[in-house]
């Protein structure tokens, strides 16, 4: 057997992006009436991250949700339950239509960390979050800030669980707001407010938007309303926005008990340029690539229009920028050079960047080692060189590649760790007699 070529890789990971369904989760803490802590978090996944079946109903996907809560250490709370996702418009499975649902927990005591976990059973993708929350304070006068696309009237039992009191709460989920919008809407509460004598509340509210540690929007409105409790809805207008990241502070001062109390926020205003991000000039060849990351299905696919496909391509795009506020997408350019170096190193009688190794160096980059062997001639096959990627780093994955033709087109036959790519049937029979699984390791 030839001598073990090993190539030991060091390199720099800029960003991890995780490619799982692609959830987004955004969370708000309130008072309840008994002064525990409500907290809310609303999720959406895109429709083109789902797998979809056609069903008696139309087309169908499911969405496997579970909560838990943990304590020190231990799990005090548990829930799943199946969130069934209807559509009976087939170009709508392939849309960057976003499907939002709202969990509810209250928190009587601190610090819990709160976990969900999000799984589509019919691609077994999954994607997780976690955070710590403490419990707000009894008397907070201020809850966190909830950012809404739009709050309109609605009675229907669409997105029943974003309504409150009649009223549609389009939450902005992952606080960007389109330029094609003409702004959003901030909803908070106030509670534990000093009135008078006609139960009247006397408070200034301020909101201060700053960009780049400068303000460029800021307003005092005088608020008297009746009653301690007081549910708030505030217009913004970005029409005049330029594209970036914006924070906004919101004060109120309790001009009865000389009391004042601040929240935080931020969004990102941006502009989705279509045709802004393209590798190729074929929405083919795009749609293939974006095919390595994503599970979508190519008939239906095949149903949209070239509007469409490009509409389908830019929300992948966006919707993978790993820093959204800023002009460059991290994500964009790495696929990018990861296509150029493929297209460089694996070309055969196909671009590089459409063969098995083409397609592995562009999903996880530059493995953390690579042994190249030979199979030798202790096998009923011909002599044949092969090599073991290994990735560690950050993922436990291996894969191990044959060159078949001894063409340098090297084909995938084993895959460990990773359910997009599959293993040929006795694979071990093409490596020979001598090979050691133990080199997988």
């Not at 895109?46 to 909560?67: K, W």
Request: net charge negative.
């Amino acid at each position: 057997m030839r001598k073990k070529a090993f190539f030991l890789c060091v390199f720099f990971v800029f960003i991890t992006i995780n490619y799982a369904l692609n959830v987004v989760v955004d969370d708000n803490r309130f008072l309840d009436n008994n002064g525990n802590t409500r907290l809310e978090m609303v999720y959406q996944v895109p429709y083109n991250h789902l797998v979809f079946e056609r069903s008696e109903y139309g087309f169908e996907a499911d969405l496997d949700v579970t909560i838990s809560l943990e304590r020190d250490g231990e799990i005090v709370y548990e829930k799943n339950f199946t969130n069934k996702i209807i559509t009976h418009q087939a170009d709508k499975t392939a849309s960057n239509t976003l499907y939002k649902d709202k969990i509810v927990l209250t928190l009587s005591k601190s610090v819990f960390i709160t976990k969900l976990l999000f799984e589509d059973p019919r691609q077994e993708e999954i994607s997780e979050w976690s955070k710590p929350f403490e419990i707000l304070d009894r008397n907070e006068i201020i809850s966190e800030i909830e950012l809404n696309k739009r709050v309109v009237r609605d009675t229907t039992s669409y997105l029943a669980n974003l309504h409150r009191n009649g009223m549609l709460f389009d939450v902005a989920v992952d606080h960007v707001v389109s330029k094609k919008q003409d702004g959003f809407v901030l909803y908070y509460e106030l509670q534990n407010i000093m009135v008078n004598e006609d139960n009247e509340s006397n408070l200034i509210e301020t909101i201060t938007i700053t960009k780049d540690s400068e303000v460029v929007f800021t307003k005092s409105s005088e608020l008297i309303n009746k009653g301690t409790n007081i549910l708030r809805l505030k217009n913004i207008d970005t029409k005049d926005f330029s594209e970036g990241m914006y924070y906004i502070t919101l004060k109120i001062e309790d001009k009865l008990n000389s009391k004042t109390a601040e929240r935080k926020d931020w969004f990102v205003v941006k502009e989705i340029d279509s045709g802004k991000y393209r590798i190729f000039t074929s929405l083919e060849a795009e749609f293939k690539l974006i095919r390595y990351f994503t599970s979508t299905n190519s008939k239906v696919w095949k149903q949209l229009d070239d509007f469409g496909k490009a509409k389908f391509i830019d929300k992948f795009w966006f919707t993978n920028d790993p820093t959204p506020g800023t002009e460059k997408n991290e994500f964009f350019e790495i696929v990018k050079e990861r296509v150029k170096i493929a297209n460089q190193r694996y070309k055969t009688f196909s671009e590089g960047w459409e063969t098995d190794m083409g397609r592995i160096y562009i999903r996880h980059g530059q493995p953390d080692e690579i042994i190249k062997e030979n199979t030798g001639i202790n096998t009923k096959y011909a002599e044949k060189d092969y090599e073991i990627w290994k990735y560690r780093l950050n993922e436990q994955l291996t894969y191990v590649f044959i060159d078949f033709q001894n063409s340098k087109k090297y084909k995938i036959i084993y895959s460990d760790n990773d359910p997009k790519e599959s293993s040929l049937p006795d694979w071990e029979m093409f490596l020979g007699e001598e090979f050691d699984k133990g080199i997988l390791e």
